[in-house]
């Protein structure tokens, strides 16, 4: 058992958690269609008038089971998935369901519940501004409204959600993933200084959630940006931007990460933290190329296990590694878990942490994917190092 422990979780992607019932609600509400019928319409023709009368009904009750049997195959790859391209496909209905700043802000809070019943106490949750675009949004729009979710839940609930931005790889969205970067320097930089409180220490959460709403002399440029903010604890500081950091995600085969290097350029004058995805679907000259980028955390980074220089140097300079094991498995990097070099990077002192990354789409959660390690025969103490390395983890 791991919940007597500070539990974090550092990579997991909004579009690839969201949960059947938070799909459902979402499609209901945006009148889409599902094998030709209506969300709304097919609840009404299993439910009828009466909700209650239908948990009586066992024939309406079989048949909302294979409703979400088959929408489950729309979200969830199977255990035969064949490589990263079928567990891509998966994205494209949550990802079209998050196109409105209600959608975003309600997906937001359901993961952030989702994960407070697990125990989690921290997450970052990233999410790619320019794909939240196809309705009008803009990515300032995406972003406010993924935040002000996150502040508005921090204040209630004990598990903290942070957000990090992803840029994607790709050779037509150069500006996009500038903007992104720019955006991001906004809301953890705010061009103008605010004072969130008065006095050196605050004298409880909710004061320092309603002043830190506060901020009406913002400029026009960062409306509300310095307002994003989520108290911790025991972070020193106590106050921490809601907006983490940036990310790389994408075709990390079909993009070389080094093409990338003005997007993280500027992310270094803008000081803007950030961690890429890399040595997932490339070898290690993609960790390579994000290390010299600047990054001091890596998304996946198993690919280091081929490369002996390479894990001394993460090991010498602190370098995170946030491993997803299910994933691995799912886009067939590696075929069962007792291959995970986890327990070799323990060994070597190199700060790996597990994660998720979809909860969904891999059908799985923080909780099961420590009980998926006893494959690799970690230890008590491993296990311990691998939350703490988490838990030092935090861009």
Same mark, same amino acid.
């Given at each position: 058992?791991?919940?007597?422990?500070?539990?974090?979780?550092?990579?997991?992607?909004?579009?690839?958690?969201?949960?059947?019932?938070?799909?459902?609600?979402? /499609?209901?509400?945006?009148?889409?269609?599902?094998?030709?019928?209506?969300?709304?319409?097919?609840?009404?023709?299993?439910?009828?008038?009466?909700?209650?009368?239908?948990?009586?009904?066992?024939? /309406?009750?079989?048949?909302?089971?294979?409703?979400? /049997?088959?929408?489950?195959?729309?979200?969830?790859?199977?255990?035969?998935?064949?490589?990263?391209?079928?567990?891509?496909?998966?994205?494209?209905?949550?990802?079209?369901l998050l196109q409105t700043e209600e959608a975003i802000s309600y997906a937001v809070k359901s993961i952030g519940l989702a994960e407070e019943e697990l125990g989690v106490d921290y997450v970052e949750i990233r999410f790619?501004?320019?794909?939240?675009?196809?309705?009008?949004?803009t990515q300032r729009e995406v972003i406010e409204a993924a935040a002000d979710s996150a502040v508005y839940f921090n204040a209630d609930h004990n598990t903290k959600i942070r957000l990090i931005l992803c840029c994607m790889r790709g050779d037509d969205n150069r500006e996009e993933?500038?903007?992104?970067?720019?955006?991001?320097?906004?809301?953890i930089h705010p061009t103008t200084s605010v004072s969130i409180f008065s006095s050196d220490e605050p004298e409880n959460e909710d004061d320092i959630f309603e002043d830190s709403l506060s901020g009406e002399d913002l400029n026009d440029d960062n409306t509300g940006a310095a307002s994003k903010m989520v108290y911790i604890p025991h972070v020193a500081d106590g106050l921490l931007p809601v907006i983490a950091g940036v990310d790389l995600a994408g075709a990390e085969a079909l993009y070389p990460t080094e093409s990338f290097s003005d997007v993280f350029?500027?992310?270094?004058?803008?000081?803007?933290?950030?961690?890429?995805?890399?040595?997932?679907?490339a070898g290690p000259e993609s960790i390579w190329a994000a290390i010299k980028l600047g990054a001091k955390r890596i998304g996946h980074g198993v690919a280091a296990i081929k490369d002996e220089k390479l894990m001394e140097y993460l090991a010498e300079n602190g370098i995170v590694l946030e491993c997803c094991p299910t994933s691995n498995l799912n886009t067939k990097i590696f075929n069962d878990y007792a291959e995970l070099p986890i327990k070799e990077f323990l060994e070597r002192g190199i700060k790996v942490t597990v994660n998720t990354d979809n909860?969904?789409?891999?059908?799985?959660?923080?909780?099961?994917?420590?009980?998926?390690?006893?494959a690799v025969g970690l230890t008590d103490g491993e296990r311990l190092m691998l939350l703490k390395n988490a838990e030092s983890g935090w861009l």
């Open positions: 058992m791991i919940d007597d422990q500070h539990l974090c979780e550092l990579h997991l992607h909004l579009d690839g958690s969201l949960s059947l019932e938070t799909v459902k609600y979402l /499609a209901e509400q945006q009148d889409t269609k599902f094998n030709g019928v209506l969300f709304r319409t097919e609840t009404e023709e299993l439910f009828g008038e009466d909700p209650d009368k239908a948990s009586n009904d066992k024939g /309406a009750s079989d048949e909302m089971d294979d409703f979400d /049997a088959e929408l489950k195959k729309l979200l969830s790859v199977s255990k035969d998935c064949r490589d990263l391209n079928e567990y891509l496909e998966k994205f494209e209905l949550p990802l079209s790619a501004p320019q794909l939240h675009t196809r309705k009008g949004l993933n500038l903007e992104t970067v720019r955006l991001a320097a906004e809301f350029d500027l992310a270094k004058e803008l000081k803007v933290p950030f961690t890429i995805h890399a040595g997932e679907a909860m969904t789409v891999s059908d799985t959660d923080i909780i099961r994917e420590f009980e998926a390690l006893t």
